[in-house]
Nanobody, 122 residues
Framework: QVQLVESGGGLVQPGGSLRLSCTAS????????IGWFRQAPGKEREGVSC????????YYADSVKDRFTISRDDADNTVYLQMNSLKPEDTAVYYC???????????????WGQGTQVTVSS
């Protein structure tokens, strides 16, 4: 069964950190770009970060640049999103998705995870 599974979400205070994981099963991530997206209540889903497969180039939304770091461990078939200096506005359900390119339109990504909740609150 082909699937992506996110983990690592939770409740954290402002200024805290979390590390999200996106693990693939049923296929290898070696030849896929992996994007992280998030959707806050009442808002559209937005792109957060992406890492390519060819040269591990990374991309970040302006709102998370210098706070979030995306990385991949192909041996473990996992992509990580390290989130530091978290703010209340980072609260959302975070999803990972796989496709050939980071530039692919959101609704054209091949595979999606089920999402993990991140809540930043004191």
């Amino acid at each position: 069964q082909v699937q992506l599974v996110e983990s690592g979400g939770g409740l954290v205070q402002p200024g805290g950190s979390l590390r999200l994981s996106c693990t693939a099963s049923g296929f290898t991530l070696d030849y896929y770009a992996i994007g992280w997206f998030r959707q806050a209540p009442g808002k559209e889903r937005e792109g957060v970060s992406c890492i390519s497969y060819s040269d591990a180039s990374t991309y970040y939304a302006d709102s998370v640049k210098d706070r979030f770091t995306i990385s991949r461990d192909d041996a473990d078939n996992t992509v990580y999103l390290q989130m530091n200096s978290l703010k209340p506005e980072d609260t959302a359900v975070y999803y990972c998705a796989a496709d050939e390119y980071c530039g692919t339109r959101q609704n054209e990504y091949d595979y999606w995870g089920q999402g993990t909740q991140v809540t930043v609150s004191s």
